[in-house]
């Protein structure tokens, strides 16, 4: 029988960079987003995992940026709420569907699993990390714009990370 977890999300978090200009990295991240991990047992082979992230939610510490990603330019948060990434196996790397902008994409993502514990408060744990590279314009994010001295004003690639921690529910 399988067991639900369920994301602890005052332990997890999910973040982004982007090369700006094509000299620096922009970092940020979601501050709104859910998952759940359906497992058959605590090693989590072949379990199914389920994310959704609020676009709204996108935060890089400038407030200009921030609307502008959310609008029609990048992730369309009025017309597409969310982003979500599904799941089927779970081991060094999963490989799933994620969904930007209405755009279905497979994605794989390198993981380390961090082991299970139990916190002070009798609450079984599991805790993950991941990261991974994908192409926005892949997701129809296509704005850009071009430097005087040439290139781009923002990459294609987008490097993805996450640190997420789960509660296993009885």
């Known amino acids: 029988m399988a067991t639900q977890w369920n994301l602890d999300p005052t332990h997890s978090e999910i973040t ?8 620096s990295n ?8 859910d998952a759940q ?3 058959e047992d605590d090693t989590f082979k072949n379990a199914k995992t389920t994310a959704t992230i609020k676009t709204d939610s996108v935060f890089t510490n400038n407030t200009d940026r921030d609307n502008h990603l959310k609008s029609g330019e990048f992730f369309n948060a009025e017309q ?4 979500t990434f599904e799941s089927q196996a779970l081991s060094d790397e999963v490989t799933g569907n994620l969904t930007i902008n209405g755009i279905t994409k497979p994605v ?3 993981v380390d699993f961090g082991g299970v514990n139990v916190d002070p408060w009798g609450n079984t744990k599991a805790g ?3 990261e991974g590279k994908i192409s926005r314009k892949d997701f129809g994010l296509n ?9 781009v004003l ?8 996450g640190e997420l921690q789960f509660v296993k529910q009885a």
């Open 26 to 33: 922009v970092k940020g991240n979601f501050t709104d987003f």
């Open 16 to 23: 982004f960079k982007v090369k700006h200009m094509m000299i």
């Open 80 to 83: 597409y709420p969310t982003i």
């Open 128 to 130: 993950f990390s991941f």
């Open 154 to 161: 923002v990459s294609d690639d987008v490097k993805i990370a």
């Open 37 to 39: 991990i359906e497992a």
């Open 108 to 110: 794989t993502l390198d």
């Open 143 to 151: 704005w850009n714009a071009t430097l005087e001295a040439g290139g």
